[in-house]
């Protein structure tokens, strides 16, 4: 039992997941609690504002610049980033945001490493 525990403590992969939350997370843990507390003081406007703002910002990050950023270095287009993503997320959870792009990236690169070597071979048969 103790073994088991300390290999979830130190399982590189746990420890990355739990890493790769806090971006995403942490503006959420400040803003989303402050504007419920605005709206509970009774400053309503300024709670819904909050939490309106809250969801701009996150959501504009996550689906707007970060598939930018990741297929400018990758060099594939925002749509195929965007799905790639949440194809990633869907099946391994928070690190398929990584994982998922990488999947996609490299069979795009085998493919085109394929079709350069070997399609000469496959057109003369």
Do not use: C, W
Request: aromatic share 12%.
């Amino acid at each position: 039992m103790m073994s088991s525990l300390s290999y979830i403590y130190t399982s590189p992969q746990i420890r990355n997941g739990t890493m790769a939350l806090p971006p995403i997370f942490s503006i959420g843990l400040v803003m989303v609690p402050a504007a419920i507390i605005l709206m509970v003081n009774d400053n309503v406007g300024q709670g819904v504002f909050l939490f309106i703002f809250y969801l701009v910002l996150s959501l504009s990050i996550e689906y707007l610049f970060k598939p930018k950023l990741i297929g400018a270095q990758v060099k594939m287009h925002t749509l195929l980033v965007f799905l790639s993503i949440i194809g990633g997320l869907n099946v391994y959870g928070i690190l398929g945001i990584i994982y998922g792009p990488l999947i996609v990236t490299a069979f795009l690169t085998l493919s085109e490493i394929y079709l350069k070597n070997y399609d000469a071979y496959i057109q003369k048969n």
